[in-house]
């Protein structure tokens, strides 16, 4: 068995961190109160991490750039009858993290301009109607935030069949970066230039949710 640097230092802290800002804004929202502001908090944070992600999809390591979430047919039909294994995400696991960023993207961007018809709204609702707002508020709160928890809870629920059906453990490598593979397969490049290239680029994804959430009226 070889060990193969699957997972790079970044693409681990932005998947641990969104699992706990996730919570914190679930946590807030329902709280309620004082409390929305760390709910909007987590909301731009949350933002800035998903931009990263979509940018580190571009200039990021082997296994964390978008063409290894996109899957011919033919590698599903393959996968699904035990003809291929992926030390990456596999086809279905795509399917997943793909639907998970492209909701919790859908999450924070309309959260920018919900309001809670009460003391709370979002920075960019001054922008547009308080009609849209509403609109976008009912999407926010009643629409999208339900299907997150659907696909947070299958995505738990995989990771668990994994484990305990197929004995592969799919937690400890987003914690180490390796996993073992009995052929040699490409390894991601997590080298300190690429660190400080995410580094840079999050800090980047941070100054433009700065500057959005702070866009005078």
Known sequence: ??????????????????????????????????????????????LTLLLFRVVWGVFGTYYARWRRLFHAPSNFIAYLRGERRYLGHNPLGSLSVLALLLTLLAQAGTGLFANDDI????????????????????FHADVNAPLIFVLVGLHVAAIAWYGFGRRENLVKPMFSGDKLSTEDAPRSEDTWGRRALAAVLLAACAGLVAWLVNLPA
């Open 1 to 46: 068995m070889k060990k193969i640097r699957v997972w790079d230092l970044p693409t681990r802290l932005f998947h641990w961190s969104l699992a706990l800002l996730v919570v914190v804004a679930v946590v807030t929202q329902n709280i309620g109160g004082n409390a929305m502001e760390w709910h909007f908090r987590a909301g731009y944070a949350i």
């Open 119 to 138: 003391a709370s709204e979002g920075p960019l609702a001054k922008f547009i109607s308080k009609d849209w707002s509403d609109r976008l508020t009912w």
